[in-house]
């Protein structure tokens, strides 16, 4: 990826992968995608959670990933193959603790 920079938006090689975030911090767009699309806060929630980026900032993020759809959703798509791998690779050693527990049922006694 080149280096992208807009008054709200930048990408920078060596900071956050190299991913489009909002300017001066480490925000990066997918994140701010994820909040309000999947999680479904509204940019006045976001910035209420993250009282260093504006309105303003917000916006730019979610206007920015409508014209870098493709590239932000292949962020998405590599992550979650990445998470996969490492599942598969290094199994949870909390589900080897957790007693294997059968019986839900409370004694009357």
């Not at 990408?11 to 001066?24: E, F, L, N, Q, W």
């Not at 917000?58 to 979650?80: G, K, P, S, T």
Request: aromatic share 6%; glycine share 6%; hydrophobic share 40%.
């Amino acid at each position: 990826m080149s280096s992208v920079s807009t008054p709200h938006i930048e990408a920078t090689p060596g900071v956050c992968g190299g991913k489009s975030r909002v300017a001066g911090t480490r925000i990066r767009v997918a994140d701010i995608v994820t909040w309000h699309d999947r999680q479904g806060m509204s940019p006045a929630e976001i910035v209420a959670d993250f009282p260093q980026l504006t309105l303003a900032d917000v916006h730019a993020a979610l206007v920015y990933y409508f014209d870098h759809r493709l590239e932000i959703e292949q962020q998405f798509a590599d992550a979650e193959a990445f998470a996969s791998e490492l599942q598969r690779q290094i199994p949870s050693k909390l589900k080897r603790r957790m007693p294997d527990v059968r019986d839900d049922s409370v004694s009357s006694g």
